[in-house]
């Protein structure tokens, strides 16, 4: 089976040699050595300060847990996204309100943000869906005129930049996911980066059950701290991050090549974007019924496409109707993308799916 995705790895010998100092040393967790390397470098690659955590979603939650909201605040949200941004809001104790998306890039609308603002609302928690940036400028405007904090989940934009630099450096905080499914991983990981210093500190005392330096417990906090065989994994994986990228972007680009003029959608990209990383191939179908028959056909065939984001999350947790975000999850299929992919899978998932289009 040739799944949506696949691990990058490093070569397994380097790893064993790597993991080796741990057995020497014994110190497995609690900001290792490994750990404190990578944040080092990520910080240095992205010119921001980044805190390191065990994974994505504890990074959303710390990342909310910084600004103390009373609780059953309203966090403006897309309903276009992974489970784990809505559910983090959720619980912290806060109301999430959806806010429709731009059918073309998938991003949330500006103008459906300033629509659900209400006396309630403390927040905007934007996503750059799969690695394309939102429209940050009109958003921070959006958040400055009206004195609400912007947290971005950034969990698919490693080594995304906007207008020059990295888009972890936009928003009050913006928050990774190193997950095995991205294109940069530690295993299971995330990060929460700011350019607030304040911010980072107290983000490193939550991760550590609210210990500052002195070992004081200076307010609650919760255990989301990164492993040493988590950091292994990082630092290894940093050293052929950007060899997996260009594998990954022409491996992209032949899929838009071969799906040319057979009607399929691709996701329209910020015109902002000065570096992308190829994190996923979403396509959009003109109905549910066809992206379904491609679905079935391509996993006949030993293919695992994702439908993804599917479904709209106003469906699951809400009544708000939001038709562009319901209406692209209903049409979306991503493909598989990675950098190993043979090109002969590449023309036959497009052969297929040109197929089921002639068929109707």
């Known amino acids: 089976m040739i799944n949506v995705t696949r691990s990058m790895m490093p070569e397994f010998e380097k790893y064993v040699d790597k993991i080796k100092k741990l057995w020497e040393t014994r110190w497995l967790t609690n900001n290792g050595d490994y750990l404190l390397e990578l944040e080092k470098k990520l910080s240095e690659r992205f010119n921001t300060n980044c805190v390191l955590v065990s994974n994505g979603t504890l990074a959303l939650i710390i990342a909310l847990e910084l600004f103390d909201f009373p609780k059953g605040s309203e966090i403006i949200v897309t ?3 992974f489970a784990a941004t809505v559910e983090a809001i959720i619980w912290q104790g806060y109301k999430p309100v959806f806010a429709d998306i731009d059918p073309e890039t998938f991003n949330i609308l500006p103008e459906e943000i300033e629509k659900k603002i209400t006396d309630r609302t403390v ?51 913006s928050v990774a996911s190193f997950h095995a499914t991205k294109v940069f ?7 929460i980066f700011s350019e607030d210093p304040h911010l980072i500190e107290k983000a490193r005392r939550l991760r550590n059950f609210g210990f500052n ?8 906090g919760i255990n989301a701290k990164m492993n040493e065989f988590q950091a292994a994994m990082g630092l290894l994986n940093l050293e052929i991050v950007d060899e997996e990228i260009e594998k990954r972007k022409k491996n992209y680009e032949m899929y838009k090549e071969l799906l040319e003029g057979t009607g399929v959608v691709f996701q329209k990209l910020n015109p902002g974007l000065t570096k992308y990383n190829y994190i996923y191939m979403p396509v959009l179908f003109k109905d ?6 491609v679905y079935e056909e391509l996993k006949a065939n030993g293919y695992n496409p994702r439908k993804y984001f599917y479904p709209s999350l106003n469906k699951v947790f809400s009544n708000e109707g939001c038709p562009n975000s319901e209406n ?15 090109t002969k899978h590449i023309e036959t998932i497009c052969q297929i799916i040109k197929d089921v289009i002639r068929r109707g």
């Open 79 to 81: 309903p276009f996204t």
């Open 123 to 173: 927040a905007i928690m934007p996503v750059h869906v799969f690695g394309n940036p939102c429209a940050v400028e009109e958003v921070e405007k959006i958040a400055k005129s009206n004195n609400l904090k912007v947290i971005y989940d950034a969990a698919h934009c490693f080594d995304v930049f906007h207008k020059g630099q990295s888009v972890y450096k936009y928003g009050d905080v």
């Open 185 to 191: 991983h530690t295993i299971e990981g995330g990060a």
């Open 213 to 220: 330096e002195q070992i004081e417990i200076v307010h609650p």
């Open 288 to 293: 549910t019924i066809t992206r379904n028959r």
């Open 328 to 342: 692209v999850s209903s049409r979306i299929l991503h493909l598989p993308l990675y950098g190993e992919l043979e």
